[in-house]
Every structure is written in structure tokens, then in C-alpha cells.
């Protein structure tokens, strides 16, 4: 297996869908053409405008770090919040590589005023390799993933793909 730089935004396809994160990894881009994602995109820009925000630090981008050192990832709903936990848990894991201690996260809801805490267990951090190799896997392989057909696919950027 070559050694690929995974993004969170990876980490955060697998758990949503994998047809997407093979899509997506093969340069396949369709988010520039959703509503949803720009929606999410000024969320993102207007809330916690006091915080230094999309802080690139190798393949990871964080949204923002608190005053108290905890990592924060802005999210509209909680509808794939699986994805948004692993994806924070990624950040927190690559942050321990780098030999940063203690990192705790957070996912922010701001429209729903809900904050999830996120930390990494030793569990997790297995779990996270685990992981790490199947997305290397299936963003190796040649053969696009099958369409998972969930409900989340109607609002999918990458509908249009899948179903048309």
C-alpha cells in the first residue's frame, strides 16, 4: 500500500459514504455546485467571528482553537455526527503524532446553541488505523464504490452522480 496523506474530510466520507470518498479522492470535486455546503460555508464564516479560524496544519484543517487549547469543528446539524466525531478525533490523533499532549475537541452546532464534546481513547486510536487503511484501500482501488442509497443522498453535492 503507497503511504496517502489522509485528509479529515476523508476520515469524515468514509462514515458518510464511501462512493463519495472515492469520488472526492479522485479529484471528482462537487461541492462548489451545493446550496447546502455554501450554506454551510457562511455558517461557518459568521459564527465565533472572534476566533482565528481554518488553521491548515499538514493535511488538517481546524476550524478554530480556543483560548483553552481545545480544537473545534463548526458543523450545521448533527445528522452525520459519527463523521463529524471520527473526523475531530483524526485532528486530535495527527495533533499527538506531533507531539502536542492533551488535545480535547469539540464539535459546535451553532444554529442549535449544542456542543459535543470529543476526545480520543487508546480504543479510538486503534480504530483509527484501522480505518486509516480502509480509506487507503478504497481510494486505491479502481472501481468506484456502489451507491449506498440513504436518505442523506437527496442532499448529497454528488446526487447527480449517483443517480442521474
Known sequence: MQNIQITATQINYYFVCQRKLWLFSHQINMEHTSELVELGKLLHENSYKREHKEIQIGPIKIDFI?????????????????AHAWQLKYYIWYLKQLGVPNIRGEIDYPKLKKRTEIELSAEDEIELQVILKKIEEIISGEVVPEVINRSICKKCSYYELCYV
Do not use: A
Open 66 to 82: 480556543g483560548r483553552d487549547g481545545v480544537i473545534h469543528e463548526i458543523k450545521k446539524t448533527p445528522s452525520v455526527e459519527e
